[in-house]
């Protein structure tokens, strides 16, 4: 199993630039999320979602969009790029709920310029 | 708006002494878990703690829940070189099972 996957592992946009972070796992989880890692701040919940064709926000969702069409894959949207939102990504997946061990991808190192 | 306020945000120690980090909240978690993070990876989970009171031993790391479920700390004895990282603490809420909230994570050095 390759587990939780990201791509890609680094990125450089331009402000108002829009780009995709790809995120898949081959673990059958039904839970999956995305935090932003900033220095000083911990891990921030961006979304989230509990199965195929559902999901929430988190503490910070503004300015990014999410879907889930298939349990494997949850990517995240950044529609026009922020210099504020220049942050280590993480993805992760878990069995079914938040409370279950989660699993997290290697990151994604986004730079807005 | 939950919050899980981890402190200390920084520890520097010499290999041998021990140490505690305390996540504390007002609000009541449903559990609450420890990560540890390694540079250039991704969290990994060092234990789960569901039952207030509850202590957890994994070697020489001491997890405790808060008897009302609202903090948890963990204790390292004899802190080793190896032991240095990113400890982070994660609640997720009675009632829903959507969202995990993290504290803002302690940065453990441990010299030689």
């Known amino acids: 199993n390759a587990g939780v996957t990201q791509t890609p592992k680094f990125q450089v946009l331009k402000t108002g630039q829009s780009m995709t972070l790809q995120c898949a796992q081959d673990?059958?989880?039904?839970?999956m999320s995305w935090y932003r890692q900033d220095p000083g701040m911990g891990l921030r919940l961006i979304h989230y979602s509990v199965g195929a064709g559902i999901t929430d926000q988190g503490e910070v969702p503004n300015g990014y969009n999410v879907s889930r069409s298939t349990t494997e894959d949850f990517p995240l949207r950044l529609l026009s790029a922020a210099p504020s939102q220049t942050s280590v990504y993480f993805c992760a997946s878990s069995r079914t709920t938040a409370a279950n061990e989660q699993f997290f991808g290697p990151g994604t190192r986004l730079t807005v310029l | 708006t939950q919050l899980l306020e981890q402190s200390p945000q920084f520890l520097s120690i010499q290999e041998g002494e021990n140490l505690t980090v305390y996540c504390n909240s007002s609000?009541?978690?449903?559990?609450l878990q420890w990560y540890r993070q390694e540079p250039g990876e991704g969290p990994v989970l060092l234990v789960t703690?569901?039952?207030?009171?509850e202590v957890k031993k994994l070697k020489r790391l001491t997890f405790q829940f808060g008897d009302a479920r609202k903090d948890s700390s963990l204790h390292i004895t004899a802190a080793q070189p190896g032991d240095t990282g990113l400890y982070l603490c994660a609640g997720a809420s009675p009632g829903n099972t959507g969202k995990l909230i993290f504290g803002q994570g302690t940065t453990l050095q441990v010299k030689p």
């Open positions: 673990m059958n989880h039904e839970y």
């Open positions: 609000s009541v978690f449903s559990s």
């Open positions: 703690v569901v039952t207030g009171g």
